[in-house]
């Protein structure tokens, strides 16, 4: 028997989850919707908003929302259950799904049926009964994808992707996870295909007031023609974006804990950069990121675990070199990256890639220079090349007493774009890398394996470092450069 003020309380709670979506969600699933995962309060908070027209972009409410979070995160567990609390709201409202197949219709069209319908099986036990108690499914109009509320003509369709959706209009629209998979992200006649499924049938079936439905777009995003990809350019200003990444660079933690660790992130991530197509995934499911395979520049980079020794095990690099590009402007990179010589193959050892001031980047180059006991260092000697690469001269000398280094400059006239693109070749043909070069200079591994062939890179400081090692290593620039 619960006491008086226990049963206040309940009824208190079960108020406010008829209010509150988050509160709902902890209500009926407490040991999921934990304070410990923020990412579920915040992404509740949105859906709440989203729902009493409090969402706003620009100063303006928006009556679409698009959500990208990792897998395996609650993004669709939370929108069944958002599609339960809004007809729980709002008997007469009207929602229809869409998912990539006709199983996962089916899926998400039973959850949310049979969390309505769940019967209490001990009196501590929380139903959606128990929050909203004058809602219930019509037993005699129900099926594994159409179903209504009783005395509604209809309240719900689930489809997939491209199925047919007839005679039935939306007051609530929900697509989850149109695009199956990284095959078929690239595939341009797929995604043509889901475009023009969701701007015709889909978008159509609307019977909200004024002819707009509130529409929730959950979606990986693959490729940057991907359904998300071409509302965001076409609708621009329209939709409120609420995406979270598996790992944050900038603050350096995982989004969270509970659902992925450092540990099992860094572990998936060694493993799928292996192959470019589990690499695109991987980047694809775990940071939002678009990739295009036929717009990438460099594919299948060649790694090394030791470097090269003959038959009697003795080393046979014939030289430990530098090249370095320093920084032109604020927003660029200063990219040094200490290479074996064999065979006119470069094996990376060391890269220092960094936007810090030049105060910092001179002693470390240095540094880099003397404890990688490089034989040789070509530095570009454009803009504030050549004054770098005489402070960075001094300083191995007064610093490290590093006398054995030859540092020379040189000065680069061609073009940088044309020049990358053109020896994209020969990099990935003599350029090797660390087996974990991915874990050890993460910016640097992201601007190379992600540069375009076409269209605006932010970045092209590492591929014109490397671009430069392989023409060192073809051309006379060696010979013609000018010892510092």
């Given amino acids: 028997m ?20 988050w509160e709902f969600c902890k209500l009926k699933e407490s040991e999921f919707y934990l304070d410990t995962r923020p990412h579920l309060k915040e992404l509740c908070n949105v859906l709440n908003d989203f729902h009493y027209n409090r969402l706003k972009l620009n100063g303006k409410v928006v009556r679409k929302l698009i959500i990208n979070l990792p897998p395996q995160f609650g993004k669709t567990r939370t929108l069944v259950n958002f599609t339960c609390w809004t007809l729980g709201r709002n008997r007469q409202e009207k929602i229809i799904t869409a998912s990539y197949n006709d199983t996962t ?33 019509n037993k005699f109009d129900r099926s594994s994808q159409r179903w209504a509320i009783e005395g509604e003509h209809f309240s719900y369709i689930g489809a997939g992707v491209g199925g047919s959706i007839t005679s039935k209009g939306a007051t609530l629209q929900i697509v989850d996870d149109p695009v199956k998979d990284l095959e078929e992200a690239m595939n341009e006649n797929a995604l043509e295909k889901i475009y023009l499924w969701y701007g015709g049938t889909f978008s159509s079936r609307v019977s909200a007031k004024g002819g707009e439905a509130k529409v929730i777009l959950n979606h990986t995003r693959w490729a940057e023609n991907d359904l998300c990809g071409r509302l965001l350019k076409e609708e621009k200003n329209q939709w409120y974006i609420f995406k979270r990444e598996a790992y944050n660079e900038k603050t350096d933690t995982m989004l969270c804990e509970d659902f992925l660790s450092w540990a099992e992130y860094q572990r998936r991530k060694s493993f799928m950069i292996k192959d470019n197509v589990l690499e695109m995934i991987f980047f694809a499911n775990y940071h939002q990121r678009t990739i295009d395979s036929k717009d990438i520049l460099y594919r299948g980079f060649k790694t090394y675990t030791d470097l090269p020794i003959d038959n009697l095990g003795q080393s046979v690099i014939e030289q430990i070199r530098n090249y370095t590009d320093s920084k032109d402007e604020g927003s660029d990179f200063l990219c040094s990256v ?12 060391d890269v220092y890639y960094t936007q810090d001031s030049p105060q910092t980047t001179e002693k470390k180059t240095a540094e880099m220079f003397t404890n990688g006991k490089v034989n040789l260092a070509l530095i570009e000697a454009n803009a504030g090349g050549a004054a770098f690469g005489r402070n960075v001269n001094r300083i191995c000398v007064d610093t490290f007493k590093n006398r054995k280094i030859v540092i020379k400059k040189f000065h680069q006239s061609k073009n940088k774009k044309a020049r990358i693109l053109s020896n994209s070749h020969l990099v990935v043909e003599r350029v090797f890398f660390p087996t974990d070069w991915s874990v050890r200079w993460p910016q640097f591994y992201e601007h190379m394996t992600t540069f375009k062939m076409q269209g605006t890179n932010k970045q092209d400081d590492a591929p014109d470092t490397l671009t430069g090692i392989v023409e060192s290593m073809t051309t006379n620039k060696i010979m013609v450069a000018t010892v510092i």
């Fill in 338 to 349: 200490n290479y074996a010589v064999y065979k006119s193959n470069a094996y990376v050892t």
């Fill in 2 to 21: 619960k006491s008086k003020t226990e049963y206040i309380n309940e009824l208190v709670s079960l108020k406010l989850a008829s209010l509150d979506f």
């Fill in 105 to 137: 219709a089916k899926d998400f069209s039973k959850y949310a049926r049979n969390a309505i319908e769940e019967v209490k099986n001990h009196p501590d036990h929380i139903v959606f009964s128990d929050i909203f108690p004058d809602l219930h499914t």
